[in-house]
Each structure stands twice: as structure tokens, then as C-alpha cells.
């Protein structure tokens, strides 16, 4: 399957969107540069190439721009190609894809979205923490329990995620420092 992807700037940084014949199978978020997104995505698509992006993918840039400009944006007919994914990690994007704008869910809700075993709550956050294409499943509109903030494996880590929240309109308390406080 050959892939293909393209680097764009937004209001908060450069962003990429790599894609097949099927559907987006990658879209990376913010980063201060064009250079440093472009390497961040070869890495993970060593063999695609830079191209212009085909019309939907193309529709898909322009929505980023405008989510990244706080422009309400909804990504949910956006066609995917997600690949050998494992069966579970499919319903579980499904399922954190149905979150509009501005709502939010917790691994552990999303979870039992999914059926009556709290032990899904762990493969909800394995499969946020691998999420292809954030943004487009809008893994940072899952929290960890309370609504804490949790990890976010993005560029960025949780002030992006914090960041995109917030362009949605939801303020989270403050964050805790995972590193802990230094009291002088």
C-alpha cells in the first residue's frame, strides 16, 4: 500500500496528514516546525512520499486550520485507513470518535461504552497512547479519572492536549506536575 502525506501550517504550528488509496492513516499534531513534524512522521512512514493532498484529504487540512484556529470543526465523516489495527483498538476509535466538540469522556466511561468489563478501561488508554491519527479520533477529549488531564503521547504531551481542550472551550483544573513540585 503506498502511502503519501502532507506538511501544513496552523495557528499552532506545522501539522501532517499522511494517507493511502483508503483513507488518512496518520495526521500529526503541532510542532514548531515544518522539519521537525516531517521527521516525526517519516518516522513512523519511512517508505511515503510528499505530495499534494487528493480532495478529501485535502477538505481534512483545511478542517485542521480551522480547528487550530478555534474554528468549531467536526471530523467524524472523515474516511480512515487504519490498517492490521486490532479489533478492539477499532471500536474503541469508533467510540471515542461519536465525542463532539467540546465534550469529554473518561478512559474508564469510554470503556464501558464498550461492554461490562472495567478491565477495558486499560485498553481504552493503550489505544488512545497509539492513536494514529489524533485529532481526527479525538483521543484528547479522553481524560483519566476525575477528569484529570492524563498523559497525551502527541508532540507537546499534555499542555497540546490541554491546549486543544481548551480551543474547545473545556477548562480543566490545574495540572498536576507528573515530576512533582520542588518546595524552596
Excluded at 102 to 112: P, Q, S, V
Excluded at 148 to 173: D, H, N, Y
Aim: hydrophobic content about 45%; charged content about 20%.
Amino acid at each position: 500500500m503506498s502511502q503519501h502525506y502532507h506538511v501544513f501550517e496552523t495557528a499552532q504550528g506545522f501539522c501532517a496528514i499522511a494517507w493511502s488509496e483508503t483513507g488518512i492513516t496518520r495526521f500529526r499534531l503541532p510542532e514548531a516546525s515544518a522539519q521537525a513534524t516531517e521527521r516525526g512522521l517519516k518516522r513512523r512512514l519511512p517508505d511515503a512520499s510528499a505530495s499534494a493532498p487528493p480532495p478529501e484529504t485535502a477538505a481534512v487540512v483545511e478542517a485542521a486550520k480551522r480547528y487550530f484556529a478555534g474554528e468549531r470543526v467536526d471530523f467524524s465523516s472523515a474516511a480512515l485507513d487504519l490498517g492490521d489495527a486490532d479489533a478492539l483498538f477499532l471500536r474503541i476509535y469508533a467510540a471515542a470518535r461519536r465525542l463532539a466538540w467540546g465534550e469529554t469522556t473518561t478512559y474508564g466511561a469510554l470503556a464501558r461504552t464498550l461492554g461490562d468489563n472495567w478491565e477495558l478501561a486499560r485498553d481504552v488508554g493503550q489505544a488512545m497512547a497509539k492513536n494514529p491519527i489524533p485529532l481526527i479520533i479525538p483521543c484528547h477529549r479522553v481524560l483519566a479519572a476525575g477528569g484529570k488531564i492524563g498523559g497525551f503521547s502527541a508532540p507537546g504531551g499534555s499542555a497540546t492536549k490541554t491546549k486543544m481542550l481548551e480551543l474547545e472551550g473545556v477548562r480543566l483544573g490545574a495540572a498536576e506536575d507528573a515530576q512533582g513540585t520542588l518546595l524552596l
